[in-house]
């Protein structure tokens, strides 16, 4: 229900916009109402990478790697994770449970796609923060190698940098590859989780 008044609101927002936005650029006409109802109707539609999304609802078994130091070996773990789609196969929704540095580990993601941007967007939380950690990337032609990039702020100051490389090798292998970067320095791999859906 909130998110029905949520996209009405947006919508009657837009309409009474649009004519104002028309001033301040005389050379754009004002979009229809009736158009634009049909316009955003189209970008709220699942699309072919949503269907990828749904294609990796189920059940996974994990493998984790996590390298802490350049050159050294990194740590290894097990885990599990359960995936599904929401609000009718618009997004993908992950429950991931396994360790982190040695410690028990529980994560919740969502996966999206705009319509709108043309951009694949994620959001994580997980039990050893209490932020929402977000990237925004693009995918290869075939969708098969998603891109994403994003940033944190680290304590003491400065920024950390993060590029996640996803990819989706076949209907029940996919490998999540992290890289990440301390307040510009070189970037390194930090972590790597192949993904095993279960038989």
């Not at 316009?39 to 990828?52: A, I, N, R, S, V």
């Not at 039990?127 to 032609?141: K, L, W």
């Not at 940033?151 to 989706?168: D, Q, V, Y």
């Given at each position: 229900?909130?998110?029905?008044?949520?996209?009405v609101?947006t919508?009657?927002?837009a309409?009474?916009?649009?004519?104002?936005l028309?001033?301040?650029?005389?050379?754009e006409?004002?979009?229809?109402?009736q158009?634009?109802?049909?316009?955003?109707?189209q970008?709220g539609t699942?699309?072919?990478?949503h269907?990828?999304f749904?294609?990796?609802?189920?059940?996974?078994?994990?493998?984790?790697?996590?390298?802490m130091?350049?050159?050294?070996?990194p740590?290894?773990s097990?885990?599990?994770a359960?995936?599904?789609?929401l609000?009718?196969?618009?997004?993908?929704?992950?429950?991931?449970?396994?360790?982190?540095?040695?410690?028990?580990?529980?994560g919740i993601?969502?996966d999206?796609?705009d319509?709108?941007?043309?951009?694949?967007m994620?959001?994580?939380?997980?039990?050893?923060?209490?932020?929402?950690?977000?990237?925004?990337g693009?995918?290869?032609?075939?969708?098969?190698?998603?891109?994403?990039?994003?940033?944190?702020p680290?304590?003491?100051?400065?920024?950390?940098?993060?590029?996640?490389i996803?990819?989706l090798?076949?209907?029940?292998?996919q490998?999540?590859?992290?890289y990440g970067?301390?307040?510009?320095?070189?970037?390194?791999?930090?972590?790597?989780?192949?993904y095993?859906?279960?038989?």
């Amino acid at each position: 229900m909130r998110f029905i008044s949520f996209s009405v609101t947006t919508l009657c927002v837009a309409l009474m916009v649009s004519p104002a936005l028309a001033k301040e650029k005389k050379h754009e006409k004002p979009m229809d109402p009736q158009a634009m109802m049909e316009l955003w109707k189209q970008l709220g539609t699942p699309g072919e990478p949503h269907k990828q999304f749904a294609a990796l609802a189920g059940s996974w078994t994990t493998t984790t790697k996590e390298w802490m130091e350049p050159g050294k070996p990194p740590m290894e773990s097990t885990g599990t994770a359960e995936m599904k789609m929401l609000l009718d196969g618009r997004f993908l929704y992950q429950e991931f449970n396994g360790q982190m540095m040695g410690q028990p580990f529980n994560g919740i993601g969502i996966d999206a796609y705009d319509n709108m941007t043309k951009k694949y967007m994620t959001a994580w939380m997980d039990s050893m923060g209490t932020g929402i950690f977000m990237m925004e990337g693009t995918a290869s032609p075939d969708g098969k190698i998603i891109t994403l990039r994003g940033s944190h702020p680290e304590p003491g100051g400065g920024k950390m940098t993060h590029r996640a490389i996803w990819k989706l090798i076949d209907d029940n292998t996919q490998q999540f590859d992290m890289y990440g970067a301390h307040h510009g320095q070189k970037e390194m791999k930090m972590m790597e989780i192949t993904y095993t859906r279960k038989q």
